[in-house]
């Protein structure tokens, strides 16, 4: 007699199905060669795979069997994504599938490394987002760089910075140009995790994103998933005036740019390390610039053909997060786990999705440990023995 397995949890399969971009339960059926009806009970709990159904289903999905039996972490703290109104919906659920993924082999890390403490300071302190005037987040900015240590001239590399305070940062293509990155405070273990693009992307664009959602983590922390959806554009708003704030502090920028055109902005790119069309956007939120000359500084930015590319683009290499990946490592070369062990006993989805979430390079767990050879002490070296000295020929004299 068949039995179903006990203990399947049916949000895992939505959630692998998610991840793996795979429209509906229908199109998982056909692709698997199954009834449609069968999928979709599965799916809403009303009954459970088979041993071998659950294996097949595994194989498919590139997860291991366990992961359809590991608890969903419920949390009422909604992901931060961009454009969601614009986005598709297979889009939005294939990122939040992976910032879920995400968090949890984070959290496994965990277990062997202390990742830097959180060190966010409640900048909030107890006020609702809906308060917050523009004051209010230069404040903020200025508060956040001293807190930090930043100083008020440029700050040279955001994601250094975030992993140093606490953050979880993540890079991967999100296979759309209408997501930039997302945030969200993992319920697993209460640290605010980021995933970045890695599509089409620019050290100076990778910044204002990185800051975007270390804005969101700072700023909507509280913020329910009807208030998202409801005050979306006020919130990308804010999250966007406090990145340009901390990026291009009040106190400093400005006094550099006195004289706007768009050959100072290039100048003050190479400087702060921020867009050309972000830098003007900044000055007309600080009214350094009337509104009509934004505007022709925009069309003279677009006439130059910026939009798709800026002076430096190619000039910085984006930085790639190292904690997760370093934190890998070391637990390896430590010998504290093996790569097979890893996987086997920590982590539910696939190697690849480890390697590609945590920055690992692709095959990094197939490939065998390199072996270290260590150099003697220079005490246990042998002396050397003494010989005979050959003299060199001396040259006869003409």
């Known amino acids: 007699m068949r039995t179903s397995i006990p203990g399947f949890v049916p949000g895992r399969l939505t ?10 339960m229908s199109a998982l059926a056909r692709s698997m060669s199954l009834n449609p009806s069968t999928v979709s009970r599965w799916e809403d709990g009303t009954s459970a795979p088979e041993a071998d159904a659950l294996s097949e289903l595994a194989d498919f999905l590139d997860v291991r069997p366990e992961f359809f039996l590991r608890p969903l972490h419920a949390s009422d703290r909604p992901v931060f994504l961009r454009s969601l109104s614009s986005t598709l919906v297979r889009d939005l659920q294939y990122q939040s599938a992976q910032m879920r993924w995400f968090q949890e082999i984070s959290h496994a890390v965990e277990h062997y490394v202390d990742l830097p403490v959180v060190d966010i300071p409640d900048v909030m302190a107890g006020a609702s987002y809906q ?9 903020i900015a200025i508060d956040l760089r001293r807190h930090w240590r930043v100083g008020e001239g440029p700050c040279a590399d955001m994601i250094p910075l975030m992993e140093r305070v606490g953050f979880v940062v993540g890079v991967i293509e999100m ?3 209408k997501l930039d990155g997302l945030c969200s405070w993992s319920p697993v273990d209460g640290r605010p995790h980021v995933l970045l693009a890695s599509d ?3 050290f100076a664009r990778r910044q204002m994103d990185a800051a975007h959602e270390m804005a969101h983590a700072i700023l909507h922390k509280n913020v329910t998933a ?8 006020v919130i990308e708003t804010q999250a ?3 990145a340009s704030a901390f990026l291009l502090p009040s106190t400093t920028y400005p006094i550099e740019t006195r004289v706007p055109s768009l050959a100072s902005l290039v100048t003050a790119k190479e400087r702060w390390r921020v867009s050309i069309k972000a830098q003007i956007k900044r000055l007309a939120d600080l009214d350094a610039i009337p509104p009509e000359f934004a505007t022709h500084l925009y069309k003279l930015y677009s006439a130059k053909g910026w939009s798709r590319e800026e002076p430096f683009d190619r000039h910085w290499a984006p930085t790639d997060p190292r904690v997760l990946r370093d934190a890998l490592h070391l637990i390896v070369d430590e010998g504290v786990r093996s790569k097979a062990d890893l996987l086997a006993l920590e982590f539910a989805v696939s190697a690849g999705d480890v390697e590609n979430l945590t920055g690992l390079p692709p095959g ?3 490939h065998e440990p390199a072996s270290v050879l260590k150099l003697k002490p220079r005490d246990a070296l042998p002396r050397s023995q003494s010989g005979d000295v050959v003299p060199f020929p001396t040259k006869s004299k003409t």
Not at 15 to 24: D, G, L, M, N, T
Not at 133 to 139: M, P
Not at 226 to 233: N, V
């Open 364 to 366: 990094w767990f197939s």
């Open 240 to 242: 966007f005036r406090l």
């Open 226 to 233: 009807e208030e998202l959806k409801r005050d979306l554009k």
């Open 175 to 177: 296979g759309t140009i």
């Open 131 to 139: 308060q917050l005037r523009e004051e209010d987040l230069e404040k």
């Open 200 to 202: 089409k992307m620019s």
């Open 15 to 24: 959630e692998a199905r998610a991840a793996r971009r795979i429209p509906s």
